[in-house]
């Protein structure tokens, strides 16, 4: 039988609290009703929206072992499974941190404007073949989702793999601080949260942060292709790695990919890692995928990974919901492509994604259409950066587009009218439009940033038609 996650005297000793009669051990943790299991330990955080402590019966009536609460908030409840702190966000970050400090485990933190929670995924798939492997659920990345991974992180743990991110400067310090990484990885630098920075230069600087908190002889793992290489190696020398491994197609890469060759529903990639190669397929189509394979392979390395078996893992990378998730739709015969980007949205990203639809193989009469919506948080430049898409638009063979949000008029206007469906100010406005659009034969994308809902399109297509999960795509 496994150990429990914490036991009571480890929570008093990590945290200072002061702990009810009720409480023996917990065997998870979690601060969200919805998806807490009996025996886990609840966090009662206050969000943006929402107070857990409004939470804490309900977490108690599904079995939480106990909850972790305020001495403000203390007095609201009567239970003797509370565990009172002054502060259950600083809590929790201790506990964070009495986890990383028990544990034997090799880290991995990544960090990149785009790619890390595909990265993330991937480089969990490939080290669970090798070792117990802890990983960040979904994008659990911020200021409470990185501690609550590192409190959820066994003793046994051989292998944890944590995603960092930031909206700002100096996010990420505090984080890679808490975890302690022997690798830090940056996948890529892009126009992504580019309305809190003056330029491009200042996400590279706040990526680079990651390499603040590596441990003493650990290594940096940076992106060869990007411009900002020199700039983020800077950042790495300056840390306490001992050493960097660039990753990409310049020619000085470490790690090279000398072919990569993007099918309609996976991609191969022919890559030297310190002059071996190593051929692989990735179960996923896509450049930016096997691309930051390539970012999987160096941290593995650095690691002591089997290569070998990393290589084979990727034969079974499936992409993430809402990050290029593919479902046939049951639209006549042949049927209808969708393809599933609707979780986030950036210029990198959504080229990206008009790149693989472009890259489906089509029947005669089929067409490609995009959904795409607003993409968030990039200040002055957000109507040029939606303008300049029209240049993707028309060099991936997209038939008919279909738009929503003030900022994707940017790129309507830009388009030949034959090619615009509709523009609408939200994705709902889209829906009956996008359903009404779908022949068979057809490959549909969907995307947009978070906030612009555009999973509601997505929801709406498999209703109507019924979905099944799709190895393949359409061909012609």
């Keep these: 039988m496994s150990s429990p996650l914490w036991t009571l005297d480890e929570i008093v000793a990590a945290t200072g609290a002061r702990v009810g009669s009720g409480f023996r051990q917990a065997t998870g943790a979690s601060i969200d009703t919805r998806t807490l299991e009996p025996g886990d330990l609840y966090f009662a955080i206050k969000g943006d929206v929402h107070d857990g402590h409004d939470f804490v019966p309900a977490a108690l009536e599904k079995g939480a072992s106990g909850a972790v609460v305020s001495e403000e908030k203390a007095p609201a409840f009567a239970s003797d499974k509370l565990i009172v702190v002054p502060d259950v966000l600083e809590a929790m970050r201790r506990l964070g941190r009495a986890a990383r400090q028990r544990t034997n485990a090799r880290i991995v933190a990544i960090t990149g404007s785009v790619g890390k929670t ?264 957000g109507p040029s950066l939606h303008e300049e898409l029209a240049e993707a638009v028309e060099a991936n063979r997209i038939d008919l587009v279909f738009a929503a949000g003030p900022l994707m008029k940017n790129l309507v206007d830009r388009l030949p009218k034959a090619k615009v469906a509709l523009h609408a100010e939200t994705s709902a406005d889209l829906v009956d439009a996008v359903c009404a659009a779908i022949r068979p034969g057809d490959a549909v994308t969907v995307k947009g940033s978070l906030s612009m809902k555009m999973a509601l399109v997505v929801k709406a297509l498999k209703e109507r038609y019924g979905a099944s999960p799709s190895a393949h795509a359409l061909k012609g």
């Design 118 to 381: 595909g990265t993330k995924e991937a480089m969990r798939l490939a080290l669970s073949r090798q070792g117990a492997t802890h990983a960040s659920v979904a994008s659990y990345n911020n200021h409470w989702g990185v501690p609550l991974t590192l409190s959820r992180m066994p003793r046994e743990t051989e292998f944890g793999i944590f995603e960092i991110g930031m909206n700002h400067a100096h996010e990420i310090l505090p984080l890679t601080a808490m975890v302690r990484p022997h690798v830090a990885v940056i996948t890529t630098i892009e126009p992504v949260h580019i309305e809190f920075f003056p330029s491009l230069w200042g996400i590279a600087d706040a990526k680079g942060e990651i390499f603040s908190g590596i441990e003493p002889g650990g290594t940096a793992v940076i992106n060869r292709d990007s411009p900002y290489f020199e700039r983020m190696k800077a950042h790495a020398l300056a840390s306490r790695a001992g050493r960097v491994v660039s990753f990409g197609e310049h020619e000085a890469a470490d790690i090279r990919a000398e072919r990569i060759l993007v099918k309609p529903d996976q991609s191969i990639v022919e890559a030297r890692v310190f002059g071996q190669l190593v051929t692989y397929r990735i179960a996923t189509a896509g450049r930016h995928i096997a691309l930051n394979s390539l970012s999987v392979l160096a941290a593995s390395h650095a690691l002591g990974a089997d290569l070998a078996q990393v290589a084979l893992s990727f034969a079974e990378l499936k992409p993430p919901v809402g990050r290029g998730e593919r479902t046939m739709l049951s639209v006549g015969d042949d049927g209808a492509l969708l393809i599933d980007e609707s979780y986030n949205a950036n210029p990198a990203s959504m080229r990206a994604a008009l790149a693989n639809l472009g890259a489906v193989e089509l029947g005669r009469q089929a067409r490609r259409l995009a959904v795409l919506g607003d993409m968030k948080e990039l200040g002055e430049k």
